[in-house]
C-alpha cells in the first residue's frame, strides 16, 4: 500500500476511535506524553492498563459468583477500573464503571451483573480497535523506515 | 470529540491541547526552578502517566505503590515541592499517608486524587493537611497552575 494511504488509514482509525467515544481527550494526553525521550510511551501504558484490568475483570467475575455479594470488594475493584480507565482515556469504560459503583451502592446484584456484561463489551471492542490501529501504526512506521535514503 | 489529525507520527502526534502544551509545536511549559514531586498510587496505569505528566514539566517525580512507602521516603529526609497521594490506597489510606507526613513537618504542597469524587473523602483529605482534592485524571490544566505556583 502506498504510504501516503497507508498514513491517512491510520489518522482515519484513530479518528474514529474518538468519533466512535471510545477514547476521550486523556489518550490526547497520553499522545503528547510520548517523544524521543519517552518513544514507546502509549504502548507501553496501553499494555499497562491491559494488565491492570485483566486482573481487575478476573477479581470481578470471581466476586460476582459468590453468594451473597459482596458490594464493597465489588466497589473496590470498581473504583481501580475507574482511575486506569479515567487515566487511559478509555470514555465508554469508564462510564460503565460509573454505573456499576451506582449499582454496586444501591446493592442491586442484577445492575451490577448487566454493567459489567455491558463493560466487557466496550472493553473487548476497544482492545480490537486498539490494536487493529496500532497494528496498522507499525506497519505505517515500518515503511517510514523503509523509505529513508540508506 | 478528539483531536483532528493534520499529520500523521503513528502514536507520537497529537492534534493540541490547552495552554501551550502542545508537543509537536515545540513549546511546552516547563519550570524553571528544580521541583520535585512524589506519586503515591497503587494502580500503575495512574502512577506512571501522573509521573511521566509531571517529568514533562521538568518536575523531578518518583513515584511508590503505597502510603507507607512514601511516610518512609520522607522519614529517610526526602523533601518534596509536590506529593499526589491517591485516596484508597491499601493499609494506610491517602488521608492518613497525609496526615503522617504532615506530622513529619513536611511543608509539601499536598494534593489528593481519587477515581471518583466523594465529599467525605474530600474532607477527610483536607482534615488531614491536604492543599487540594481533585477527581482523576491528573491534567495539564490542574497541574500547571500548582507547578507555576511553586516554581514562582
Known amino acids: ?20 467515544g ?11 506524553l510520548q517523544d524521543r525521550t519517552n518513544p514507546n510511551f502509549v504502548e507501553e501504558i496501553v499494555t499497562t492498563y491491559y494488565q491492570d484490568t485483566s486482573r481487575l475483570i478476573l477479581n470481578i467475575e470471581q466476586e460476582l459468583e459468590r453468594r451473597p455479594l459482596d458490594y464493597g470488594r465489588l466497589d473496590g475493584y470498581m473504583y481501580q ?13 469508564k462510564a460503565e464503571c460509573s454505573l456499576f459503583r451506582e449499582y454496586c451502592r444501591a446493592g442491586n446484584g442484577e ?31 515500518l515503511t517510514e523506515t523503509a523509505s529513508r535514503p540508506g | 470529540m478528539g483531536a483532528a489529525v493534520d499529520h500523521v507520527s503513528p502514536m507520537g502526534m497529537s492534534g493540541g491541547s490547552a495552554e501551550g502544551n502542545n508537543k ?10 528544580k521541583l520535585t514531586a ?24 518518583e513515584a511508590v505503590e503505597t502510603g507507607e512507602a512514601a511516610v518512609q521516603l520522607i522519614a529517610s529526609g526526602a523533601t518534596f515541592n509536590l506529593i499526589i497521594i491517591e485516596m484508597l490506597l491499601p493499609v494506610l489510606n491517602g488521608p492518613e499517608t ?35 482534592f ?17 516554581d514562582n
Open chain 1, 1 to 20: 500500500m502506498e504510504r501516503s494511504q497507508l498514513l491517512r488509514q491510520v489518522a482515519h482509525q484513530r479518528q474514529t476511535l474518538f468519533d466512535e
Open chain 1, 22 to 32: 471510545l477514547l476521550d481527550e486523556q489518550f490526547v494526553q497520553l499522545e503528547e
Open chain 1, 81 to 93: 477500573f475507574k482511575g486506569s480507565s479515567t487515566s487511559f482515556g478509555a470514555k465508554k469504560v
Open chain 1, 111 to 141: 445492575g451490577c451483573m448487566r454493567t459489567f456484561q455491558q463493560l466487557n463489551r466496550e472493553y473487548a471492542t476497544l482492545k480490537r480497535k486498539l490494536e487493529a490501529y496500532f497494528q496498522l501504526a507499525r506497519q505505517a512506521r
Open chain 2, 24 to 33: 509537536s509545536d515545540g513549546q511546552r511549559f516547563s519550570c524553571k526552578n
Open chain 2, 38 to 61: 512524589l506519586v503515591v498510587d497503587n494502580g500503575a496505569v495512574c502512577r506512571a502517566i501522573q509521573t511521566a505528566l509531571l517529568r514533562s514539566y521538568g518536575v523531578e517525580t
Open chain 2, 98 to 132: 497525609a496526615r503522617q507526613i504532615r506530622a513529619m513537618g513536611a511543608q509539601s504542597k499536598i494534593l489528593g486524587i481519587s477515581a471518583f469524587f466523594d465529599e467525605r473523602h474530600q474532607q477527610e483529605f483536607l482534615a488531614a493537611g491536604a492543599d487540594r
Open chain 2, 134 to 150: 481533585i477527581e482523576k485524571p491528573l491534567s495539564p490544566e490542574i497541574v500547571i497552575p500548582i507547578i507555576w505556583v511553586l
